[in-house]
């Protein structure tokens, strides 16, 4: 060999000690230069015991091998990073998912509850504004003076409603008995007798019929609006 081409010596144990990788490239270098065409063996501890052929790698091609099982040391360690990192994300993302969903969950009960709580709201605050007015009792009463009555007991947001059904049922006929059904009144109570929870004189007081039909819509649906709702839907209520 010639001075020039004269190389360093490594020790190839310490290749197999760094890096696998490594002494698998060096063993394809040796397979060219040793003229082998079988294949490199894997077993590291192998390949350092032919320190002979080893030794006779140029440097410029040591130091290729080298940098070649840096690379794939790096190459490794990212792949594992990444794939550490696309768990990390998955688990965080199913995390996330949960909480959202449980929120959600609480934030529709919490709508729900208000909801509630509104339409309770509104039917005390209609009961509580429906006025007990006392009424001159008459032998008659016209259509004029019964929707008099009822302005004056029924609040003014539902009054229209409240009007509808009444309009539909009885024409405001406070007398009006359905010749099939016998129901009875304004609102066509059946029996008629059940406006008596609210006054004996139901068969011919107005305002006690009034006071009646306000308190069923009421508890009943909520209010005469939604009881009109319920009506157009059914043509009863």
């Known amino acids: 060999m ?47 015991s032919d320190s002979t052929l080893l030794a006779d790698i140029p440097a410029g091609q040591q130091a290729q091998v080298q940098t070649a099982s840096l690379t794939q040391q790096a190459d490794a360690q990212a792949i594992a990073a990444d794939a550490s990192a696309k768990k990390d994300a998955e688990a965080s993302a199913r995390k996330q998912a949960a909480e959202d969903a449980v929120a959600k969950q609480k934030a529709a009960k919490k709508a729900e509850a208000d909801a509630k709580a509104r339409k309770e709201a509104e039917t005390k605050a209609s009961r509580a504004s429906v006025r007990s007015t006392s009424f001159p009792v008459q032998g008659s009463y016209t259509i004029a003076q019964i929707q008099a009555m009822a302005t004056q007991m029924v609040p003014s947001g539902q009054f229209q409603c409240f009007s509808n059904i009444v309009d539909h049922e009885s024409s405001w006929n406070y007398k009006a008995v359905n010749a099939s059904s016998g129901a009875y009144g304004l609102f066509q109570a059946l029996p008629g007798s059940k406006m008596s929870s609210v006054g004996s004189d139901w068969q011919t007081n107005p305002a006690t019929q009034i006071k009646w039909g306000l308190n069923y819509m009421d508890s009943r649906y909520g209010s005469p609006c939604e009881a009109w709702s319920f009506w157009q839907a059914n043509h009863w209520y």
């Open 2 to 48: 010639l001075e020039g081409n004269r190389v360093s010596r490594i020790s190839v144990r310490g290749f197999a000690v760094a890096s696998a990788t490594a002494v698998t490239a060096v063993g394809a270098v040796t397979g060219v230069a040793s003229g082998s065409t079988g294949q490199p063996s894997s077993d590291a501890e192998a390949l350092a």
